[in-house]
C-alpha cells in the first residue's frame, strides 16, 4: 500500500504565507511527478503546480510568482511554498504522485493524499 499524507494547510491572512508537505510512504519503490492540486466548493479539481523527477516544473498561471513547488526525492516528498496567499486561494489542496508501488517494474500509478484545507481570510 502507498499512503501520500499532506500537512501544513490551516488558515492564513491575505498576503500571509503557508507551506503544504506532502510525504510518500508504504510500498514505494520509485517516484516520478509530484504536483499538488486544489478544489474549492461548488469547482472543479484544477492543478496547481507540478515537478517531474527531472525538476520540470509548471504552475498553474494564477499562482505563477507566488507559489514554489519543489521535492525531496530521498525522503519521498514534494512541498509547495504558497506566498502573497489571496482568498480565491482558499480551497482543499491535493497531493498527487505518479509512484511505483511494485519492486523491480518501471510501471507507475496515481496515487492521492486525503487533501488540506486551506483557507485564506482576514
Known amino acids: 500500500q502507498v499512503q501520500l499524507v499532506e500537512s501544513g494547510g490551516g488558515l492564513a491572512q491575505p498576503g500571509g504565507s503557508l507551506k503544504l508537505s506532502c510525504t510518500a510512504s508504504g510500498d514505494v519503490f520509485g517516484v516520478y511527478g509530484m504536483g499538488w492540486y486544489r478544489q474549492a466548493p461548488g469547482k472543479q479539481r484544477e492543478l496547481v503546480a507540478r515537478?517531474?523527477?527531472?525538476?520540470?516544473?509548471t504552475y498553474a498561471d494564477s499562482v505563477k510568482g507566488r507559489f514554489t513547488i519543489s521535492r525531496d526525492n530521498a525522503k519521498n516528498s514534494v512541498y509547495l511554498q504558497m506566498n502573497s496567499l489571496k482568498p480565491e486561494d482558499t480551497a482543499v489542496y491535493y497531493c498527487h504522485g505518479n509512484i511505483v508501488a511494485a519492486p523491480h517494474s518501471q510501471n507507475y500509478r496515481a496515487f492521492w493524499g486525503q487533501g488540506t484545507q486551506v483557507t485564506v481570510s482576514a
Open positions: 515537478i517531474t523527477d527531472g525538476n520540470g516544473i
